[in-house]
């Protein structure tokens, strides 16, 4: 069925390096994609979202890139710290629907 | 920002009994509301849709007489395990789509089920 993936279920980075969360998915429909933030024992926090008519957003040390064309997204942390530890979900919306789906996850440690 | 609280935030208890999950939408009236069930090291999966005054929507695979939801009112969308065994331990998280935006859905902290 239709899925949205990630490539790396632990990313290790330094305190201060810049961290790359990467997404693929399979429903070339999909027209709304999310990135969350689950901390352990937490429900998902928005991070921040793209639409397909994008290739990038940036947010507060946050970025977001879209390519259409290999089905791919990623999430990029600048300057990442400790708290920035936990697991991260892509997440998308197929068009005309309102049912999210979740991809396998992401889990980052930050280390000092 | 809107704000989705669940309870109880944990719960513990026998093997045949059954549990209640709330999840309520504190500032925001939600004609939607959405449970998942995410299990250790594993993605959420969506279970149901809940609609306010009508029948949820269960996902595939998931027992519709197992897991009952109730959605009573704007505010408030709750979810009851029956008899519940070891294998329904798991960390239950809902969401609340806001107004009639369908994109925007806020979620709850999770209920955390533990089976004996």
């Known amino acids: 069925g239709e899925s949205v993936g990630l490539h790396l279920p632990t990313l290790s980075v330094q305190e201060g390096d810049n961290s790359i969360i990467n997404c693929a998915y399979s429903?070339?429909?999909?027209?709304?994609f999310i990135w969350y933030k689950q901390e352990s024992g937490k429900g998902p926090q928005f991070i921040i979202d793209?639409?397909?008519?994008?290739d990038k957003r940036q947010g507060q040390r946050v970025t977001v890139l879209l390519n259409k064309t290999v089905k791919h997204l990623s999430l990029q942390i600048a300057a990442t710290q400790p708290g920035d530890s936990a697991v991260y979900f892509c997440?998308?919306?197929?068009?005309?629907?309102?049912?999210?789906?979740f991809g396998t996850g992401t889990q980052l440690k930050v280390e000092l | 920002g809107a704000v989705v609280s669940q309870h109880p935030s944990r719960v513990i208890c026998k093997s045949g009994t059954s549990v209640k999950i709330e999840c309520r939408s504190l500032?925001?009236?939600?004609?939607?509301m959405f449970w998942y069930r995410q299990f250790p090291k594993q993605s959420l999966m969506l279970m149901a849709t809940?609609?306010?005054?009508?029948?949820?929507?269960?996902e595939q695979g998931v027992e519709k007489d197992k897991f009952l939801i109730n959605h009573a009112s704007l505010t408030l969308s709750t979810l009851t395990v029956t008899s519940a065994h070891p294998e329904d331990s798991s960390f239950y998280i809902c969401?609340?789509?806001?107004?009639?935006?369908?994109?925007?859905?806020?979620f709850g902290p999770g209920t955390r089920l533990l089976v004996l």
């Open positions: 969401s609340a789509e806001h107004g009639h935006n369908q994109e925007t859905q806020y």
């Open positions: 429903n070339s429909a999909s027209d709304y």
């Open positions: 793209i639409r397909s008519n994008m």
């Open positions: 997440a998308d919306f197929t068009g005309g629907g309102n049912k999210l789906t």
């Open positions: 500032d925001f009236q939600a004609t939607t």
């Open positions: 809940s609609n306010e005054g009508s029948k949820a929507t269960y």
